[in-house]
Structures are given as structure tokens and as C-alpha cells.
């Protein structure tokens, strides 16, 4: 980056590196090159504004110097960063789970519209708990349950359910496999859904970094549907409801399989890029 005689100011580190990121492919480099500067300095982007001016330290550079060395590797900003805001709550990220994205919220809305304020929930393949726990956080009294199989993934939950004081019990396994004999009111999953053909494709800060297990939905996209939808029934008291996030061009087809198992009330739901991204019915 430079001599190590050499002056670096707050000002001169952010618009060098909004040149070394964006050479490397990386969109919004200058806005990432702040978020960066933050985490190094501690100061928030109004505070970098205020001391452009100001020469970083050796320790703040070298540890800046890292961090920019691993994004214009294409790491994501949200594991270097180590946390990623989701429905208005702040969670910790790690490799170990799928960053949240915004469109997942739709997911959030269209449970929140439907459930009891005290009713019983389960999310199905839990992640980062961002939806698990953003339920909780909207209906305290609720009782808000979450599967994973991974047993990372199950403490980072963990410590997001700390984080922001919700109650949420966290079982380690597969699917449904926990809960033999026991209904909810609503159960939630965004699993799996990318056809293993377009993993390849994908931005490299998706296929190389972030879980492959919370990618890949087969051959097709469509495998985790074909087990979640026709076992649902069994785990919904009458009149429950199933809601599911779903990929690009997959709702109707999902939505066929919602049919098939008898679900009636289907529904699908748009996400801010008009992309129906939801898809649910209910079981009576």
C-alpha cells in the first residue's frame, strides 16, 4: 500500500483502497472502505468524516491493511466485519452460517401477519437464528423454537438469542427430526434453494465463502421442499400454517407442492425487487 514512512490520513487510506477494491470487483468500494476504516479505528463513518485529516497508527494500519487484503480476496464484509443487520436487529456472522439478507424479511412480515401472539413456532434450519430470533423479538410471548443441524451454526444462534434477550430453544438435528409428536402453530424455513448447476455462477463472495449446505438445493433447487412440505402436516395443529423463502421462478412450482399436500389458503409474496420470495398455505 505504501513506503512505511509514508503518511497515511484517514482521507488518503479511504480513497486508495476505493481504487484497490473496486480494480478487484468489489461494488460500493469507497462505502466498504469506510466500513472497514470503522472496525480498525473504532469510529463511525460521521467520525471518519471529521478527521479525514487524521494519520493512522501502525497498529491501525497494519490491522486495516489486513482486513482490505482479505475483502479484495472477495471474503465478505459481513464476516470480516462479523455481524450483518437484519429486520431493524444487529447478528453476528461468522463462516459458518448464511449472511442474512434483506429479502429473508418478507419471510419475517408474512409469519408476523399470521401467528398468534403466543403461539408455537419452528424455524427449520436456524442459521444465524436471525429469523427465529426476530420472531421472538416481535412476539415476546411466544414460543419460538429452531432446528440446525450444524452444530457451529447452533452456537452462533446461540449467542445472537443472547444478544438481543429472546427466548428461543435451539435443537441440534435435521428437519423434523426433533420434535416426533409435537404441532405448532407456524412453522418457517428458508433452506437450501440454489439448483447445484448455478452454484458455479454465483458472486465469489457467495461460493466461496459462505456455507455450501445452506446453498445447495439439488439438482433442481426444489429438493428440501419435497421433504419439508408433505411432512409438515404431522407438526401443524389445524389451521397452522406453512411458510417458506423460495428462489428465483421457483413459487409456482413449490406452490403446486403446497397443493399436493393439502395445504389450502396458498399464498406467495413479494420481495422489494417484486420477486415472489414467500410462499406458504395452511393446514386445517
Known sequence: MAKEQETWTVLKVLNWTKGYLAEKGVENARLEAEWLLCSTTGMDRVGLYVNFEKPLTDAELAAYRALVARRARREPLQYLLGSQEFYGLDFLVSPAVLIPRHDTEVLVEEALRRVPVTGSILDIGVGSGCIAVALAK?????????????PEALRLAQQNIERHSVRV???????FEPFAGQRFDLIVSNPPYIPTVDLADL????????PMTALDGGADGLD????????????LVPGGWLLVEVGIGQAEAVQEMFASAGFTDLFSAKDPSLIDRVVGGRFL
Open 138 to 150: 416481535a412476539l415476546p410471548g411466544a414460543d419460538v423454537r429452531g432446528v440446525e443441524k450444524s
Open 169 to 175: 430453544t435451539l435443537f441440534e438435528g435435521s428437519l
Open 203 to 210: 458472486q465469489p463472495e457467495v461460493r466461496e465463502y459462505e
Open 224 to 235: 428440501y421442499y419435497r421433504t419439508i412440505i408433505p411432512a409438515a402436516p404431522e407438526h
